[in-house]
């Protein structure tokens, strides 16, 4: 669930409606399968994890959903974790005369080539979450709004400046960890009084977080505060285990959300913010696909930026039940996993989908494809090596703006 402030950003503000026409647009799709259906590829490289799951299940939903059950053809394709092997992927996808190919990147540039080779052809790329740097890709990402930054600064806050902390990252290589990590340390950079004492691999999954804390809390004890990518329900867990209760800052799942509004747990000293990667992307990009293959819209291959999900500790609102209404944002315990990651919701890009369509990929019955409201999502600015080559970086004090914290410690303290 993105915060109000963004969404009134996006879907008011200074943004880019498809009705902008941009030079050398794409044409629509011609390539179609022997029943006249899109052929649509859904290339994960880096899955069995709770977001990549409910990513996924979210573009298959949509696929099965009126009228796209009648006009789409889609195959999931998971490669793991070698970028070779997602390359072998796309160049079968492509001879297999793909109209477009919705992927999760396993990294910014080793795609490239393929990537190229297949807009060449006439294959539409749109990468959701994880970017690339070949400019005739689509990039739909909240990479850029900063939930690195802000949650380092919520921690800092919290701590008062000072502090030993630990930095549970993500996938190594993958654009996505490495902008969130690059948005942390230039916070953590400012304040000589946080002191990171472990930095590790949690994987955006929570049992392997689980682990890498736990280690990292049997040689550090005296930790102050734990700065999460997604997963941090893992890293949640380890600290109740060692009885080492500390704040914490991480995704959206919905255990996490719970223990933040848990009272006995609140006493022993959590504390927290919710942000990061929303699942949601990959509905958004899907939808934002089938209308430029349709020619419903518009739009230029590029970055563009999604919302930033945001609910720090004294934003959570429990719901009465089993979806999103009335401005709750935190679903009762027994109703989702804890691992189900609340940013999967989102009635205003995807009113087609609930809770059982992100946990099940089953169409939600009785609902029809709505049209993106508009204006669409703004141009993203550039990440050299993350999401363009050729192009010249914003400055920093730009690059890494809090825009969901202000900073109750002066820099330098």
Request: aromatic share 8%; proline share 7%.
């Amino acid at each position: 669930m993105m915060s109000r402030k963004l969404l009134k950003a996006v879907l008011g503000g200074a943004v880019l409606g498809s009705a902008a026409v941009i030079s050398a647009l794409p044409s629509t799709a011609t390539a179609k399968t022997a029943d006249g259906k899109y052929l649509i590829y859904l290339s994960l490289s880096y899955s069995g994890n709770n977001w990549q799951d409910e990513a996924a299940n979210i573009v298959k939903a949509l696929a099965a959903t009126p009228p796209y059950d009648k006009t789409v053809e889609l195959k999931e394709v998971i490669s793991g974790v070698d970028p070779q092997a997602q390359i072998s992927a796309y160049e079968s996808m492509i001879q297999a005369g793909a109209d477009a190919i919705i992927s999760w990147p396993i990294g910014p540039t080793a795609l490239n080539r393929v990537i190229r080779q297949g807009c060449k052809q006439g294959v539409k790329f749109f990468m959701y979450d994880g970017t690339v740097t070949e400019p005739c890709a689509y990039n739909i990402s909240y990479i850029t709004s900063g939930p690195g930054e802000n949650t380092a600064q919520y921690l800092v806050n919290v701590l008062d400046g000072k502090g030993k902390i630990f930095m549970a990252r993500g996938v190594p290589g993958n654009s996505v960890d490495e902008r969130h990590y690059r948005g942390a340390k230039y916070i953590f950079d400012q304040y000589p009084g946080i002191k990171v004492v472990d930095t590790y691999y949690g994987r955006w999954d929570n049992a392997v977080n689980q682990k890498e804390t736990a280690a990292a809390l049997a040689a550090h004890p005296d930790v102050d505060g734990i700065w999460s990518e997604d997963g941090e329900f893992g890293a949640l867990q380890a600290m109740i285990d060692a009885k080492r209760i500390v704040p914490l800052v991480g995704g959206t799942t919905n255990g996490f959300r719970l223990a933040l509004l848990n009272p006995d747990l609140v006493k022993k000293g959590l504390k927290g913010a919710t942000s990061y990667s929303a699942p949601a992307q990959s509905g958004y990009t899907f939808k934002l696909m089938m209308q430029i293959l349709t020619g419903k819209t518009k739009l230029a291959p590029g970055n563009y930026q999604y919302p930033l999900p945001w609910a720090n500790q004294d934003e959570l609102k429990m719901c009465k039940g089993g979806d999103f209404v009335d401005g709750c944002n935190t679903l009762p315990e027994g109703v989702v996993p804890n691992g189900f990651i609340d940013a999967s919701l989102d009635s205003t890009f995807l009113p087609e989908i609930n809770v059982q369509a992100v946990l099940t990929g089953k169409p939600v019955p009785g609902k029809t494809i709505q049209p993106l409201p508009e204006p669409l999502l703004g141009k993203a600015p550039n990440m050299p090596g993350l999401n363009c080559d050729k192009c010249k970086a914003e400055p920093a004090a730009d690059m890494y703006k809090l825009t969901e914290v202000k900073p109750t410690v002066a820099p330098g303290k």
